[in-house]
């Protein structure tokens, strides 16, 4: 069986190394590859594989246009976005991993417990990661962003979802919280990274290149728990896996794959 990472760009994607990890933890003579297919191409993509192909894991541009092919779930349906896309006896189903994925992460570093979140960023991971947030507990979100009308879609979730929700412009100063996730790239926090993780009693950065990241550092530092962008990668993968393959994989042969590659980037 075949199956893929599909985004643009995706040459920089860990998820094959992982799922390849997960094939031969598995005993499966499958294929996992990474293709890039440009923005507004995913259906004709998808259209044009033959029976060979089980699932496809699929990251930014494309997740917005996954909804419409396949069978959704209320989760998907909910947040307005999925990552993956399977076909198993006679149906083709769509999914959303990373929310699953987030709950994993979270719990896997000890994090159980959430009643205030701070939101750096509000796409679609970001309204996934809320999701799994609220499942621990969260009742107030802090979103912050560059512009409030960008906001909307995830503000209008935590109402939806029953936590009480506020926007904050990106540079202004955070309230002090249980959790603080940051969904942006590494270099829009390099000048206020150790002022953020003051302000925080966990940090879950979803970023994993570069890796560490400057904010896992400063929480390191600062002496509170870190969840990284490998947790949230493994841990949306286990669910990935289970749902192409039928089969359990364990989180820990995941993550020390997804470690040796980028062990391996380094050494280039």
């Given at each position: 069986?075949?199956?893929?990472?599909?985004?643009?760009?995706?040459?920089?994607?860990?998820?094959?190394?992982?799922?390849?990890a997960a094939y031969r933890a598995l005993?499966?003579?499958?294929?996992?590859?990474?293709?890039?297919?440009?923005?507004?191409?995913?259906?004709?993509?998808?259209?044009?594989?033959?029976?060979?192909?089980?699932?496809?894991?699929?990251?930014?541009?494309?997740?917005?246009?996954?909804?419409?092919?396949?069978?959704?779930?209320?989760?998907?349906?909910?947040?307005?976005?999925?990552?993956?896309?399977?076909?198993?006896?006679?149906?083709?189903?769509?999914?959303?991993?990373?929310?699953?994925?987030?709950?994993?992460?979270?719990?896997?570093?000890?994090?159980?417990?959430?009643?205030?979140?701070?939101?750096?960023?509000?796409?679609?991971?970001?309204?996934?990661?809320?999701?799994?947030?609220?499942?621990?507990g969260v009742d107030e979100v802090i979103?912050?962003?560059?512009?409030r009308e960008r906001s909307t879609e995830?503000?209008?979730?935590?109402?939806?979802?029953?936590?009480?929700?506020?926007?904050?412009?990106?540079?202004?100063?955070?309230?002090?919280?249980?959790?603080?996730?940051?969904?942006?790239?590494?270099?829009?926090?390099?000048?206020?990274?150790?002022?953020?993780?003051?302000?925080?009693?966990?940090?879950?950065?979803?970023?994993?290149?570069?890796?560490?990241?400057?904010?896992?550092?400063?929480?390191?530092?600062?002496?509170?728990?870190?969840?990284?962008?490998?947790?949230?990668?493994?841990?949306?993968?286990?669910?990935?896996?289970?749902?192409?393959?039928?089969?359990?994989?364990?989180?820990?042969?995941?993550?020390?794959?997804?470690?040796?590659?980028?062990?391996?980037?380094?050494?280039?």
């Amino acid at each position: 069986m075949r199956c893929a990472v599909v985004g643009h760009p995706v040459a920089h994607s860990l998820s094959p190394v992982i799922h390849q990890a997960a094939y031969r933890a598995l005993g499966l003579d499958w294929s996992y590859d990474a293709i890039d297919v440009e923005p507004g191409g995913l259906r004709a993509f998808v259209d044009g594989l033959d029976e060979s192909w089980r699932g496809l894991s699929v990251t930014m541009p494309h997740k917005l246009d996954l909804m419409e092919l396949g069978e959704i779930d209320e989760t998907v349906e909910l947040l307005g976005a999925a990552n993956t896309w399977v076909r198993r006896d006679g149906r083709v189903i769509v999914r959303n991993t990373d929310v699953t994925g987030a709950g994993v992460a979270l719990r896997s570093r000890g994090v159980g417990e959430v009643s205030k979140v701070v939101m750096l960023g509000a796409g679609a991971t970001a309204r996934s990661v809320l999701a799994a947030a609220v499942d621990l507990g969260v009742d107030e979100v802090i979103i912050m962003s560059r512009a409030r009308e960008r906001s909307t879609e995830i503000l209008e979730l935590a109402d939806r979802l029953g936590a009480r929700a506020a926007w904050l412009p990106f540079e202004s100063e955070p309230p002090h919280c249980d959790l603080m996730v940051s969904t942006v790239p590494a270099g829009s926090l390099m000048h206020r990274v150790e002022d953020l993780a003051a302000r925080t009693d966990a940090v879950f950065d979803v970023i994993y290149d570069p890796w560490p990241t400057p904010l896992t550092v400063a929480g390191e530092h600062e002496g509170v728990t870190v969840v990284d962008g490998l947790d949230l990668l493994v841990g949306q993968a286990v669910d990935q896996i289970r749902l192409m393959t039928g089969h359990e994989v364990a989180m820990d042969v995941l993550r020390s794959a997804a470690q040796n590659g980028l062990a391996g980037r380094a050494r280039l």
